[in-house]
T-cell receptor, first 116, second 109 residues
Framework: DTGVSQDPRHKITKRGQNVTFRCDPI?????LYWYRQTLGQGPEFLTY????????KSRLLSDRFSAERPKGSFSTLEIQRTEQGDSAMYLC??????????????FGPGTRLLVL | KNEVEQSPQNLTAQEGEFITINCSYS?????LHWLQQHPGGGIVSLFM???GKKKHGRLIATINIQEKHSSLHITASHPRDSAVYIC???????????FGTGTSLTVIP
């Protein structure tokens, strides 16, 4: 399977704990995106990488959230001091290099986070 | 107010019906995506378009840049088309994405 993969698929944590999610994009894709989706809503953009550079961060991404893509391949999204409002599906997508916005994004299966 | 508005929010159709889902946006965009999300949560990108019309099988997507409006049409709908359809507008900079809340489609046999 050469699609986008995410790990873990599910995570249950207690409020206040830190969690880290991983996304492995399609190997030749330069762009990587993180989204958050709560029940009944469309995805919300969180952040975007082109290779290892983080080019855009949504105002939704508070200082408790940090994302990295150190070698321009896989990416991690860490949430520190989790809150119940962080419970959501965290989606990762990748796309090949092209005119920004002019390429199709391929989505991973998502990581579902539940904060108790 | 959301930058992207979809209508209807929920849609139930009989198998075989022609379906239209609408998307209006208020920001300047470089392109617009139509996405399909099945109950398990997986998202599939159906179309990316910046002008005109695209067709793939029974799916047709159109966009009118001047009117800031896009439509997704499904011809001869089938129960397997049941899913949430999400419209996503990509900003002029290409880096900011604005998503609609989705249209939940149920096609009844």
């Amino acid at each position: 399977d050469t699609g986008v993969s995410q790990d873990p698929r599910h995570k249950i944590t207690k409020r206040g704990q830190n969690v880290t999610f991983r996304c492995d994009p399609i190997s030749e894709h330069n762009r990587l995106y993180w989204y958050r989706q709560t029940l009944g809503q469309g995805p919300e953009f969180l952040t975007y990488f082109q290779n290892e550079a983080q080019l855009e961060k949504s105002r939704l991404l508070s200082d408790r959230f940090s994302a990295e893509r150190p070698k321009g391949s896989f990416s991690t999204l860490e949430i520190q001091r989790t809150e119940q409002g962080d419970s959501a599906m965290y989606l990762c997508a990748s796309s090949p290099m092209g005119l920004a916005g002019e390429e199709t994004q391929y989505f991973g299966p998502g990581t579902r986070l539940l904060v108790l | 107010k959301n930058e992207v508005e979809q209508s209807p929010q929920n849609l139930t159709a009989q198998e075989g019906e022609f379906i239209t889902i609408n998307c209006s946006y208020s920001v300047g965009i470089s392109a617009l995506h139509w996405l399909q999300q099945h109950p398990g949560g997986g998202i599939v990108s159906l179309f990316m378009l910046s002008s005109g019309k695209k067709k793939h099988g029974r799916l047709i997507a159109t966009i009118n840049i001047q009117e800031k409006h896009s439509s997704l049409h499904i011809t001869a709908s089938h129960p397997r088309d049941s899913a949430v359809y999400i419209c996503a507008a990509i900003s002029n900079t290409g880096n900011q994405f604005y998503f609609g809340t989705g249209t939940s489609l149920t096609v009844i046999p």
